[in-house]
């Protein structure tokens, strides 16, 4: 068997470096097969994964070692022409898709299932955000989303504000720098969603909404506790408030916890999802930016891709 690994070396603050290190020791005495590719910056991992399914007939192995990001990144670059079976190792600050998919944190189990999967392979689904305005497409494998949640990954992406931060406090901080900051400067919007094409649900004092495939976000935060990634649906967490002070202990209660329908937060379950707001919004997929929209869609795609879990 052959295996093709995509790293991001600087996920995690240099630990995907040291894991990938640890990975080719194990695969060297092995005498596994495979290659290997480093990214070195945003939207590598999309390219290297188009060209390797594109150029490929029989089945393909992918192994991605990074953060949600990197993983966010091989999914929507990989090309459905040939057979694709995906791994994960994770390697960055947050790993919610690795909490998700209940992944050991020990590298050696998690690459011994990579080498030797047996029943472990499943199908699982994945998400899709569009925006008809703009034209972007993106897959998304953990939680797609608009407004806070998406401002505070944009926030994260800017490198001044991680590494300064992350260099004095460590990476946590920067996550929770940057939270409170986007929550301090939030402003409710207004605005509407359309389940399933059909069920319209009008909103006021919008703080974000986000499309689940995985019940985690954020680093740990449980913001879509009923979110199953083999139901062929989505789970939408939709966070309102007017008073803002009064969610921030039901916000904090999903670290360690999980997220109730409570207090200006409601919960749908929806194959399909068009998301209406007034004002352009920042908006992310597994924390990776797409730009400030007002009008996107969600949709799931169910068992359609083949995961080493």
């Not at 603050?13 to 092995?30: D, H, P, R, S």
């Not at 401002?151 to 992350?166: E, F, N």
């Not at 400067?185 to 004092?205: F, M, N, T, W």
Request: glycine fraction near 12%.
């Amino acid at each position: 068997m052959y295996y093709y690994f995509i790293v991001n070396p600087n996920s995690g603050a240099g630990k995907g470096l040291k894991i990938w290190n640890q990975v080719k020791t194990i695969l060297n005495k092995k005498n596994a097969e495979y290659e290997v590719y480093f990214t070195t910056g945003t939207g590598d991992g999309r390219k290297k994964a188009h060209e390797l399914t594109s150029s490929h007939k029989e089945e393909i192995r992918i192994i991605a070692i990074g953060g949600d990001g990197t993983m966010n990144e091989v999914l929507d670059g990989i090309s459905f022409g040939c057979p694709v079976i995906l791994g994960y190792i994770p390697s960055g600050s947050g790993n919610d898709l690795a909490k998700g998919l209940g992944l050991p944190k020990n590298v050696k189990k998690l690459l011994e299932r990579v080498l030797n999967p047996g029943e472990e392979i499943d199908t699982i689904d994945y998400g899709v955000l569009s925006c008809a305005e703009c034209g972007c497409i993106r897959r998304f494998i953990v939680s797609a989303g608009i407004g806070f949640d998406a401002a505070v990954c944009h926030d994260i992406l800017d490198s001044r504000v991680r590494d300064k931060i992350g260099r004095l406090f460590g990476n946590k901080a920067a996550y929770v720098a940057s939270g409170v900051k986007e929550y301090l400067l939030s402003k409710p919007s207004r605005g509407y969603i359309i389940l399933d094409g059909e069920r319209r649900v009008e909103l006021k004092h919008i703080l974000f909404i986000s499309a689940h495939i995985h019940p985690y976000e954020g680093g740990g935060f449980k913001f879509a506790p009923n979110a199953d990634d083999n139901d062929g649906k989505l789970e939408l967490c939709v966070v309102s408030n007017k008073n803002k002070l009064k969610l921030i202990p039901t916000l904090l209660s999903a670290k360690g916890g999980a997220l109730k329908n409570t207090n200006g937060v409601r919960f749908f379950s929806c194959k399909e999802a068009h998301i209406h707001i007034d004002r352009p919004l920042a908006v992310h997929t597994d924390g990776e930016s797409c730009n400030y929209q007002t009008d996107i869609d969600f949709h799931c795609v169910k068992g359609q891709l083949r995961f080493i879990r």
